[in-house]
Protein backbone atom coordinates (compact mmCIF):
# COMPACT_ATOMS: atom_id res chain seq x y z
CA UNK A 1 0.00 0.00 0.00
CA UNK A 2 1.49 2.90 -1.11
CA UNK A 3 1.10 6.72 1.17
CA UNK A 4 0.31 8.62 -2.18
CA UNK A 5 -1.22 12.21 -2.16
CA UNK A 6 -3.45 12.46 -5.25
CA UNK A 7 -3.65 16.03 -6.75
CA UNK A 8 -5.47 18.38 -9.14
CA UNK A 9 -2.54 20.76 -10.42
CA UNK A 10 -2.22 19.91 -13.52
CA UNK A 11 -6.23 20.35 -13.55
CA UNK A 12 -6.44 23.78 -11.64
CA UNK A 13 -3.36 24.99 -13.73
CA UNK A 14 -4.89 24.44 -17.22
CA UNK A 15 -8.42 25.98 -15.53
CA UNK A 16 -6.78 29.23 -14.69
CA UNK A 17 -3.63 29.07 -17.23
CA UNK A 18 -0.91 28.84 -15.20
CA UNK A 19 2.30 27.49 -16.48
CA UNK A 20 4.34 24.92 -14.32
CA UNK A 21 7.10 27.68 -14.18
CA UNK A 22 4.33 30.42 -13.10
CA UNK A 23 3.63 28.43 -10.39
CA UNK A 24 6.40 27.30 -9.30
CA UNK A 25 7.74 30.84 -9.20
CA UNK A 26 4.81 32.08 -6.78
CA UNK A 27 5.78 29.34 -4.99
CA UNK A 28 9.44 29.43 -4.50
CA UNK A 29 9.85 26.14 -5.64
CA UNK A 30 11.83 24.88 -8.89
CA UNK A 31 9.52 23.75 -11.69
CA UNK A 32 10.58 20.80 -11.78
CA UNK A 33 8.95 20.04 -8.17
CA UNK A 34 5.69 21.16 -9.90
CA UNK A 35 5.90 18.23 -12.34
CA UNK A 36 7.03 16.06 -10.19
CA UNK A 37 4.25 17.01 -7.66
CA UNK A 38 1.64 16.76 -10.68
CA UNK A 39 2.60 13.04 -11.04
CA UNK A 40 2.50 11.88 -7.21
CA UNK A 41 6.20 11.63 -7.58
CA UNK A 42 6.59 13.68 -4.94
CA UNK A 43 4.04 14.60 -1.77
CA UNK A 44 4.19 17.80 -0.23
CA UNK A 45 4.74 19.40 3.08
CA UNK A 46 1.67 20.52 4.73
CA UNK A 47 3.04 24.22 4.47
CA UNK A 48 3.43 24.05 0.71
CA UNK A 49 0.11 22.11 0.54
CA UNK A 50 -1.59 25.15 2.00
CA UNK A 51 0.17 27.79 -0.33
CA UNK A 52 -0.66 25.69 -3.41
CA UNK A 53 -4.30 25.88 -2.30
CA UNK A 54 -4.15 29.56 -1.40
CA UNK A 55 -2.44 30.25 -5.10
CA UNK A 56 -5.35 28.38 -6.53
CA UNK A 57 -8.08 30.26 -4.51
CA UNK A 58 -9.59 27.17 -3.19
CA UNK A 59 -9.33 24.84 -0.36
CA UNK A 60 -6.59 22.62 0.17
CA UNK A 61 -9.10 19.48 0.01
CA UNK A 62 -10.31 20.77 -3.88
CA UNK A 63 -6.34 20.00 -4.65
CA UNK A 64 -5.20 17.60 -2.53
CA UNK A 65 -6.63 14.18 -1.31
CA UNK A 66 -5.41 10.44 -0.22
CA UNK A 67 -7.93 8.77 -2.48
CA UNK A 68 -7.99 9.34 -6.30
CA UNK A 69 -10.24 12.08 -7.73
CA UNK A 70 -13.14 10.76 -10.36
CA UNK A 71 -12.18 11.49 -13.86
CA UNK A 72 -13.57 14.93 -15.26
CA UNK A 73 -15.26 12.53 -18.09
CA UNK A 74 -17.12 10.70 -15.46
CA UNK A 75 -18.51 13.47 -13.38
CA UNK A 76 -19.97 14.52 -16.52
CA UNK A 77 -21.23 11.39 -18.17
CA UNK A 78 -24.76 10.56 -18.20
CA UNK A 79 -26.70 7.31 -16.99
CA UNK A 80 -27.76 5.42 -20.24
CA UNK A 81 -31.41 6.25 -21.11
CA UNK A 82 -31.16 9.68 -18.97
CA UNK A 83 -32.80 12.57 -21.34
CA UNK A 84 -30.47 15.27 -22.32
CA UNK A 85 -31.09 18.80 -20.78
Do not use: K
Not at 15 to 31: F, N, S
Not at 54 to 81: I, K, L, M, N, Y
Amino acid sequence: MTDGVHNRIAVLRAEQGVTRRELADALGVHYQTVGYLERGEYNPSLHLALRIATFFGVPVEAVFSTTPFPRVADQHRRPPGSASA
